[in-house]
């Protein structure tokens, strides 16, 4: 069983819809990360947090660490939001990553 | 450009070739990471350095592969003798490091091998 667990594993949407994305951890971390990748492999990191929500334009990421548990939502989604978006866990240092959730957002 | 960059962004080679990638990291960064990711899976964590010190390996880390950071700035990943199960994503990644909110990690693009 991985480490971190990722669901949907793939997720199709319409123009405006709002997402989830989920992800689920079973080891004690320090911090938990939702990065963005696009094709041709570039990741950006658009979340780090230990605790409670953080918001950045259309993007929500929650965590509940006594359920080892976090979401990722975008509002109003957009075909640009299409990419893969991964889950990593950190306790001191290295990364651990979830496999992905690849999102299409449809005009 | 002040962000990760690495070079080369694709490599082709045939197998029992020897490939080596070179990452430099954001300048004032301290740490730097080595992943590797195949297709269709999230990346794995091979090795990462603290200055000029190799901390930590992955068992992923076979004797064919080295990596090096010998002035604490740029760093190298070479691989010898390339099987084809080499083939994948090799990214690289920066941080300051010194505690939770410093240690965001900041990502190349990648090199892409692809070995025949």
């Known amino acids: 069983k991985n480490e971190v667990e990722q669901s949907p594993q793939n997720l199709t949407a319409q123009e405006g819809e709002f997402i989830t994305i989920n992800c689920s951890y079973s080891?004690?971390?320090?911090?938990l990360h939702w990065l963005q990748q696009h094709p041709g492999g570039g990741i950006v990191s658009l979340f780090m947090?230990?605790?409670g929500k953080k918001k950045h334009g259309r993007l929500i990421a929650t965590i509940n660490i006594q359920e080892k548990h976090s979401s990722l939502h975008i509002t109003a989604s957009h075909p640009r939001d299409s990419a893969v978006y991964i889950c990593?866990?950190?306790?001191?240092?290295?990364?651990?990553f979830g496999k992905g959730t690849r999102l299409s957002v449809i005009a | 450009d002040t962000g990760v960059s690495q070079d080369p962004r694709h490599k082709i080679t045939k197998r029992g070739q020897n490939v080596t990638f070179r990452c430099d990291p954001i300048?004032?960064?301290?740490?730097l990471y080595w992943y590797r990711q195949t297709l269709g899976q999230g990346p794995e964590f091979l090795t990462y350095?603290?200055?000029?010190?190799?901390?930590?390996k992955s068992r992923l880390l076979s004797d064919r592969f080295s990596a090096e950071r010998p002035k604490g700035s740029f760093s190298t990943l070479e691989i010898q003798r390339t099987e084809q199960g080499d083939s994948a994503m090799y990214l690289c990644?920066?941080?300051?490091?010194?505690?939770?909110?410093?240690?965001?990690?900041?990502f190349g693009a990648g090199t892409r091998l692809s070995v025949l």
């Open positions: 350095f603290q200055n000029e010190a190799q901390l930590e």
């Open positions: 990644a920066s941080s300051l490091g010194g505690g939770i909110a410093k240690n965001i990690q900041y």
């Open positions: 080891v004690g971390i320090s911090a």
């Open positions: 947090l230990s605790s």
């Open positions: 990593a866990v950190s306790g001191n240092t290295p990364l651990v």
């Open positions: 300048s004032e960064h301290n740490r």
